[in-house]
């Protein structure tokens, strides 16, 4: 009993002192010990328990992990002259975690130097590049798209085209591309942040839009552009329309006129051909048909109506009567 | 439970020491209680074996991965189930949700899921927003849904994952968008885009280590801007307009054109009609002269004298009245009254 006595205030100091003197690093973390504000030991980076002097040593832990840099979006005009607002992001890491907390020491101070570093930069790329670079990527193709484009939103009449030039200045070539940009943006950002103890892994544009006011001329512009196509629409199917009604009208003539013109040519042969009939048989005896034809006619003539008849004595019919007498 | 060192205050190494003593000092003092009372012993040791068992154990649940930090230090991921570990904070679990499928989305959220989904967009414009590379504005919205795929990275490598997926989701997108002309974007590139921003969204978030799979990317509603909407709507309806007018012009011609044709073949049937009559009838005519002829050849004087009587005969007795009229007679006209009826008698004036 007495040796028990004598262990438990020993296990008590044994603990205690384990417990300020073994520390563990986290997946994700790393650590630096300094004694009396003096770094001494590490970077501790990988994961574990480490030892140190206990209550002489102090451990500093760091995110080993990629952190996010966030920026506020800011104004800036393109070379141009057109301006919008751009939004970067980025992600760094701490490498070296003495220089760190030398520098900026904490997360937030790094941010802060990261708002500099990476703000000035943005800056300068996006004032020196015109708007479509940013835009746009390296493999713009000008020519890809076009079936759509032409079926929802027709060309200019050929015509107009040489006369309207699209006054914007837009060229059609890419020289650079956003993701080019954004690679020179990170280059030049990273370069600085090393002494900082700072990776800088990437940035990003992560947005970018007109300004108000630019946002509504470009809006004004897109209406007026809508409202050209539509207006082409219109007119072109009036123009079929009316292209369709002339076709029709044209085919109705054509129609129509050839059946006056072979129904006057079987006319035509129908009359040769009773001509040719009559004349081969009255032309047998000229002098019988018009006595035929004579007494024919009138024997037809005078109808279901009663006529007068005037007769004179002196023809044919009363010669026997005026002998008579 | 995880395992939090924090480390001692500067400066406070030197004045534990004093309390510590107290504490032995204390402890000594108590100690022939404990002595009375073994029991207790057994009790403290009860306690401590339950602590120690407690931590000792961990559930992962069915869509989970459980991830084991042995003094922080990445040992093992464990599936479903019950599992062991090292007690008092040797080892600790974490566990990960990677059966399950996140969503994130952008330009809209979505308040209500359920059967009738209800979203908000208000306030999230800025997020669907953006340039295409004809330099105009459109608006779109879309969705990431991911998955964990390996849980020691989504833990350790990238600090709030979710975010990093945010914020490369809107790059990749906006990029995407800016190569592509805005018509193309609001038609036929939907698929192609979603589809491509998957792949460029893996491909960053691999170059992150951030252990995530993007299960798919989807656009939802692609539309230009509010204020220029209803000039898109305009185009859609001059498009009607335009298929319309040519459907009403087409349907004159179907209209006009067949019943033009029919009106043609009549023409030329009854101009072939009147041309069977008339040869018909000349045949016919001229047969019967034909074979008069040959009659009145047979008897030339006769037959022509019969004609005349014949004929005259015909006409007399169609006639309503008939004047005789001598040679010797004049003035006929003063006697006649033109303007009497017709009379059904007939009257010979002599």
């Known amino acids: 009993?007495?040796?028990?006595?004598?262990?438990?205030?020993?296990?008590?100091?044994?603990?205690?002192?384990?417990?300020?003197?073994?520390?563990?690093?986290?997946?994700?973390?790393?650590?630096?010990?300094?004694?009396?504000?003096?770094?001494?030991?590490?970077?501790?980076?990988?994961?574990?328990?480490?030892?140190?002097?206990?209550?002489?040593?102090?451990?500093?832990?760091?995110?080993?992990?990629?952190?996010?840099?966030?920026?506020?979006?800011?104004?800036?005009?393109?070379r141009d002259k057109k301006y919008i607002w751009v939004d970067t992001t980025a992600r760094w890491r701490i490498t070296n975690p003495l220089r760190f907390l030398q520098t900026v020491a904490t997360e937030r101070g790094a941010l802060s130097r990261l708002d500099d570093i990476i703000d000035s930069v943005v800056r300068d790329l996006v004032s020196s590049n015109l708007l479509i670079e940013l835009v746009r990527s390296a493999d713009w193709d000008p020519a890809r798209g076009r079936e759509a484009m032409e079926e929802f939103n027709p060309p200019a009449p050929e015509k107009l085209q040489a006369v309207v030039k699209k006054d914007d200045g837009e060229p059609t070539i890419v020289q650079q591309g956003r993701q080019l940009i954004t690679r020179r943006m990170l280059a030049a950002a990273a370069k600085v942040t090393p002494q900082y103890g700072i990776e800088l892994v990437d940035v990003e544009i992560k947005r970018i839009?007109?300004?108000?006011?630019?946002?509504?001329?470009?809006?004004?512009?897109?209406?007026?552009?809508?409202?050209?196509?539509?207006?082409?629409?219109?007119?072109?199917?009036?123009?079929?329309?009316?292209?369709?009604?002339?076709?029709?009208?044209?085919?109705?003539?054509?129609i129509r006129s050839e059946a006056y013109e072979k129904a006057q040519k079987i006319l035509g042969n129908a009359d040769?051909?009773?001509?040719?009939?009559?004349?081969?048989?009255?032309?047998?005896?000229?002098?019988?048909?018009?006595?035929?034809?004579?007494?024919?006619?009138?024997?037809?003539?005078p109808g279901t109506d009663k006529a007068e008849l005037i007769l004179s004595t002196d023809g044919e019919y009363f010669k026997y009567l005026k002998q008579a007498k | 439970m995880p395992m939090d060192w924090t480390?001692?205050?500067?400066?406070?190494?030197?004045?534990?020491?004093?309390?510590?003593?107290?504490?032995?000092?204390?402890?000594?003092?108590?100690?022939?209680?404990?002595?009375k009372a073994k029991g207790l012993w057994i009790v403290v040791l009860i306690v401590?074996?339950?602590?120690?068992?407690?931590?000792?154990?961990?559930?992962?649940?069915?869509?989970?991965?459980g991830v084991v930090l042995r003094f922080g230090q990445y040992v093992r991921e464990s599936g479903p189930g019950l599992h062991f570990k090292l007690p008092l904070g040797i080892e600790t679990a974490t566990t990960v949700k990677t059966g399950r499928v996140f969503k994130e989305e952008f330009g809209f959220r979505g308040t209500q899921p359920g059967i009738r989904s209800r979203f908000t967009e208000k306030g999230y414009s800025d997020e669907s927003l953006m340039l295409t590379g004809d330099l105009n504005v459109i608006d779109v919205k879309w969705i990431v849904q991911f998955k964990v795929r390996e849980p020691r990275k989504w833990l350790f490598a990238v600090r709030d994952g979710v975010a990093a997926i945010r914020d490369l989701s809107e790059a990749t997108m906006r990029s995407i968008v800016g190569n592509r002309y805005g018509d193309e974007?609001?038609?036929?590139?939907?698929?192609?885009?979603?589809?491509?921003?998957?792949?460029?969204?893996?491909?960053?978030?691999?170059?992150?280590?951030?252990?995530?799979?993007?299960?798919?990317?989807?656009?939802?509603?692609?539309?230009?801007?509010?204020?220029?909407?209803?000039?898109?709507?305009?185009?859609?309806?001059a498009r009607q307009q335009k298929e319309r007018m040519i459907n009403e012009a087409q349907e004159a011609y179907n209209?006009?054109?067949?019943?033009?044709?029919?009106n043609a073949k009549r023409v030329v049937t009854e101009a072939e009609g009147y041309m069977a009559e008339r040869v018909n009838?000349?045949?016919?005519?001229?047969?019967r002269f034909d074979q008069v002829l040959t009659a009145y050849r047979k008897a030339k004087e006769v037959t022509k004298r019969r004609f005349y009587l014949e004929t005259m005969q015909k006409v007399l007795k169609n006639a309503g009245k008939v004047y005789v009229v001598d040679d010797k007679v004049k003035g006929l006209l003063p006697f006649m009254d033109l303007t009497k009826g017709r009379g059904p008698a007939k009257e010979v004036q002599k």
């Open chain 1, 209 to 254: 839009n007109y300004v108000e006011s630019v946002q509504k001329r470009v809006y004004e512009r897109m209406i007026s552009e809508r409202k050209r196509i539509a207006s082409q629409y219109r007119s072109e199917g009036e123009g079929e329309k009316q292209t369709i009604l002339g076709t029709m009208q044209k085919e109705l003539a054509r």
């Open chain 2, 185 to 237: 974007v609001l038609t036929l590139a939907r698929v192609e885009i979603a589809a491509q921003a998957q792949v460029d969204l893996q491909k960053l978030l691999d170059s992150y280590d951030a252990g995530v799979q993007v299960v798919t990317v989807k656009l939802q509603d692609v539309n230009p801007p509010k204020p220029v909407q209803p000039a898109f709507n305009e185009v859609n309806e």
């Open chain 1, 1 to 78: 009993m007495k040796s028990l006595r004598a262990i438990v205030p020993l296990v008590i100091i044994i603990i205690i002192l384990a417990s300020s003197s073994f520390f563990t690093v986290k997946e994700g973390e790393q650590a630096l010990i300094t004694q009396f504000g003096k770094p001494v030991g590490g970077p501790f980076s990988e994961a574990g328990l480490y030892f140190k002097i206990p209550f002489i040593q102090d451990v500093h832990l760091f995110e080993k992990r990629l952190l996010k840099w966030d920026g506020s979006p800011n104004q800036i005009p393109t």
């Open chain 2, 48 to 65: 401590l074996a339950l602590i120690a068992g407690s931590s000792a154990y961990y559930t992962v649940g069915p869509e989970e991965t």
């Open chain 1, 272 to 301: 040769a051909k009773a001509t040719d009939i009559y004349g081969k048989a009255y032309g047998q005896d000229p002098e019988f048909y018009s006595l035929f034809k004579t007494l024919e006619s009138l024997s037809i003539s």
């Open chain 2, 281 to 287: 009838r000349a045949a016919g005519e001229a047969l």
């Open chain 2, 7 to 35: 480390p001692p205050p500067r400066g406070t190494g030197g004045q534990q020491q004093p309390d510590l003593g107290k504490v032995v000092s204390d402890i000594r003092s108590k100690l022939p209680s404990f002595k």
């Open chain 2, 255 to 262: 209209r006009e054109i067949p019943k033009a044709l029919g």
